[in-house]
């Protein structure tokens, strides 16, 4: 129904435009015939006045009876007349004005579009930009070596620490609570079970390793792998694990313990031209901790 509307619209529309454009035809040669009897008339008034009267006979410009060129020169309006109604009106009609203004309307609608779309553009990469400026950066992931050492790096003996430091094994849980704990097969097996509140990943050869509440990692950048959305995973022992993990850890956090001691595990020297220690916090042996030891935190420079 719509379509036949719309289509009786333009069929009115068009014969409305033709019965205008009759009229305002009819209108022009009316003008024009008009134009060309009133001529006609005027002039032999003229001519019966300069050259039969003798009215003005002596002025004579280009040569003519004034009144003659001025019939002349009026001819020739009246040729430029006869000109436009039967020329240039008849294709500059209204249907003609209507498609140029159609054209017009259509050329500045594509310019305007053009304007927006590069307006929407310019206003997306302001947008995205602002968003990306008000992303939090994401924080690169820190691998953190924790461990107790001895002065001479003694860190274990028969799969056992070597000494009890409360203040340590606080300071242990304080930061590592919440976060992955990567560990050897041979450390995991020297605790009593996983550690609580923790993601214990556990480095073995072993394809059959099982344990509880725990998840196997076949190398240490496997274990990594495994801890990849903890932003700061901690490296917790023993020898073998601490060895590997040097080169590839930002943070050491190490409890060095002031006293030598007899061990079979040892912690690796650190090579003060590849770390820098960055904070320490000195304790003093007393009745609850037979050693002194310091909390130190080193950073790979
Ligand atoms: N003082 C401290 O801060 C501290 C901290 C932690 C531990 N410790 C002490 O350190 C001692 C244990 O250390 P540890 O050096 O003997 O053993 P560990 O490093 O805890 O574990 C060694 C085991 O890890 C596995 N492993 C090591 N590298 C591997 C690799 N690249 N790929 C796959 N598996 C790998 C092997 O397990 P499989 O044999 O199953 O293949 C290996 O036998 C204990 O005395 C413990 O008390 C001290």
Do not use: C
Request: proline share 3%; glycine share 4%; net charge positive.
């Amino acid at each position: 129904m719509i379509f036949k509307r719309t289509k009786e619209t333009t069929v009115n529309d068009r014969q409305i435009d033709l019965v205008d454009y009759a009229r305002a035809r009819i209108g022009q040669k009316k003008r024009l015939y008009y134009h060309f009897v009133g001529f006609l008339f005027v002039s032999l008034v003229l001519v019966i006045l300069n050259i039969g009267l003798g009215y003005g006979a002596e002025i004579q410009p280009f040569g003519y009876p004034w009144m003659l060129s001025a019939a002349l020169l009026w001819a020739v309006f009246l040729l430029l007349h006869t000109f436009q109604v039967y020329v240039t009106g008849r294709f500059m009609n209204s249907a003609w004005e209507k498609e140029q203004i159609k054209k017009l309307v259509g050329r500045q609608e594509a310019s305007i579009e053009k304007m927006k779309r590069k307006l929407d553009k310019e206003a997306n990469i302001k947008a995205n930009a602002e968003w990306q400026k008000e992303q939090p950066a994401k924080p690169k992931q820190r691998i953190t070596i924790i461990a107790a050492a001895a002065t001479n790096n003694a860190l274990g003996k028969d799969n056992q620490l070597i000494w009890h430091l409360s203040k340590d094994l606080q300071h242990f849980k304080a930061m590592t609570n919440g976060h992955a704990v990567i560990m050897g097969r041979k450390t995991f097996e020297s605790m009593p079970r996983a550690l609580p509140n923790r993601t214990n990943i556990i480095i073995t050869r072993q394809t059959d390793y099982q344990a509880e509440n725990i998840l196997i990692a076949s190398s240490l950048s496997q274990a990594l792998e495994l801890a990849k959305n903890d932003p700061r995973p901690f490296i917790i022992g023993g020898g073998e694990i601490y060895r590997q993990a040097m080169d590839i850890s930002d943070e050491i956090e190490l409890t060095r313990v002031h006293d030598d001691f007899d061990a079979d595990t040892f912690f690796p020297e650190i090579n003060i031209h590849q770390w820098e220690e960055v904070w320490r916090e000195e304790h003093a042996a007393d009745e609850k901790h037979a050693h002194a030891f310091t909390f130190l935190r080193y950073q790979k420079k």
